[in-house]
């Protein structure tokens, strides 16, 4: 602790601290303030007030929209587990071509612009979309499925878009398994299913809640894919935002339900990060 | 009909035969050593002892039974991987538990006998660590416990002391060597280390390019290796390029002394280092000393001959060694000469 301060390391660091500052601590900063101010139905007041978060909290129309909200998170990170773990486990077995072709695969919603995307979903699921088509066709329904509009519709379109996030994770942490733990287990008797389920899953605990945090936290604040495939009649929390900034102007109660968001958002991962972490701590190191 | 038979064993990648014909017969309690340079093929023969790798020719038998196409997981033998592959998130005790919970054993019984192998390797007191929370030297007890506890007909030890330092190795070694003749295991350990399979192995099976090339008790294979390889790769060798007729040998044109039944024709004159003496009469070959090394023990001397390079050692009794530079006449015994045919084992 004896060594001169280097200045140079602040200097470097700087630029990016402004930028920080300007782009992401004082907009938010602004928002909470903005959330505290009344509306009049014209104008913004200027008398402090805790107005929007009452209605906010009294009001059975957004406690709704924030169920609503958590719930498609939820069954949207559970989903993702439940397809990206054995998806990971499965690209970390092919050879190295065959992985670099399924990587691509796997990293293809990522790299098409979510509107595109999302229309692309909605042109598979409409009432005249290509499934219901093919099953009118084949007379497997008789009446079309509804699935635009539907949490199903938007719970599919971000499972799609956010699977890869989980890869990713999962797949860091399998390359920190030592495979030869899994064929240590095998000569002590266990079959596949066991070693996957008792060596490989605890052992790639830290990349699920990762992934896990980064997909329920996309999945909070997503608005592009409930806007496009939700619409108007399955409102979340973003695109309630959304209207309230730019249909109803009032811009204090949109402002405080960003904050809320914020708040529960980053309540519920910093809970479940530290709940994880105590539960496994020997896996996280 | 032995114990445990390899016969014929092949494995082949792709165009690359990582071992071919290997065949080998271990008798019950026996502890074999495959040893060899990297890429002999001696860690594969060890995965197909396993099930890990299955052959592409040959055959394993364990007891009279074919075991060549049974999965790893119902073949029951006991292995200490080079990593030794401890399940991070799970205690000593749940590591050493996992085999017998596999085979549902009862509870009590499973706790009794985690508990005895627990002893047996003197960790005890550890049963509740993580195997974060141990030293290397603890956590390749753990790993052979691990082994042991679910009593496998066979122990395979692919390389088990390689992660450790050179100090808390030789005091592994002859802990394995204790535990080995205790509980009586049929053990086959893999290592690139000759020092390591001449201290613990009954026999030693020397590899190299995917064969066998010689099979011995440790003293044997050193007095009496097969070729030039097994006389380089286990101990120091001088090795000489020459042609041998009526009981002598020709190298370079210099007349060398040949035991009676060495090979004749084309050969390789092999002589050990601590065989080579230095004399005054009528010696053998002169030189002069290039290099001298202090071992502690003895001293190593290379001295260049017309022969070329003949490397010696002497046993330090606290005499002055001779110095470098210095002109000296060497000499050695017949009878502790090898003579081969030459390139056998090359």
Known sequence: MNEPRQPLPYWLGTPAAVAMLAFVVLPLVLTLSLSFYPFTGSHIGTQLTGANYASIAGDGYYRAIFLRTFELALVVTALTIAIGVPEAYVLSRLSPRWRAVSMLIVLGPLLISVVVRTLGWAIL????????????????????????????????????????FMVLAVWASLQKLDPATEQAAETL????????????????????????????????????????????????????????????????????????????VLSVSLSVNRGVERRFKQVFE | MSFLELQGLDKRYGEFMAVSGCSLAVEQGEFVCLLGPSGCGKTTTLQMLAGLAPPSAGRILLDGRDITNVKPSERGLGIVFQSYALFPHMTVHDNVAFGLEMRRVAAAEREQRVREV????????????????????????????????????????????????????????????????RVGITTIMVTHDQAEAMTLADRVVLMNKGRIEQVARPFDMYEHPNGRFASTFLGKANVFRGHAAGGVAEVLGHRLPCPSDGATGA?????????????????????????????????????????????????????????????????????????????AGA
């Open chain 1, 125 to 164: 699921l409409g009432n005249e979309g290509v499934i219901n088509r093919a099953l009118l066709a084949t007379g497997l329904v008789q009446e079309p499925v509804k699935m635009m509009f539907t949490f199903t519709g938007v719970v599919v379109a971000l499972v799609h878009v956010l699977v890869p």
């Open chain 1, 189 to 264: 008797g266990a079959g596949p299913w066991t070693v996957l389920r008792r060596i490989v899953v605890p052992q790639v605990i830290p990349g699920v809640l990762s992934g896990g945090l980064i997909v329920f936290a996309l999945v909070a604040s997503a608005f592009a894919t409930p806007a496009i495939i939700g619409g108007r009649r399955l409102k979340v929390v973003p695109t309630t935002i959304y209207d309230e900034f730019l249909g109803n102007l009032n811009w204090p109660l949109g402002a405080a339900l960003a904050v809320v968001l914020v708040v529960i």
């Open chain 2, 118 to 181: 627990l002893d047996l390797v003197h960790l005890e007191t550890m049963a509740a660590r993580y195997p974060r929370e141990l030293s290397g030297g603890q956590r390749q007890r753990v790993a052979m416990a691990r082994a042991l506890v679910i009593r496998p007909p066979v122990l395979l030890l692919d390389e088990p002391m390689g992660a450790l330092d050179a100090k808390l190795r030789e005091e592994m070694q002859i802990e394995l060597r204790a535990l080995q003749r």
């Open chain 2, 267 to 343: 050969i390789d004159y092999i002589v050990r280092p601590e065989k080579v003496v230095v004399t005054a009469q009528s010696p053998l070959v002169r030189g002069r000393i290039a290099v001298r090394i202090f071992l502690g023990n003895h001293w190593l001397f290379q001295v260049d001959t017309p022969l070329g390079p003949i490397q010696f050692t002497q046993v330090n009794r606290g005499e002055t060694a001779a110095a470098e530079g210095q002109e000296v006449g060497l000499g050695w015994p017949a009878e502790h000469v090898r003579v081969v045919p030459a390139g």
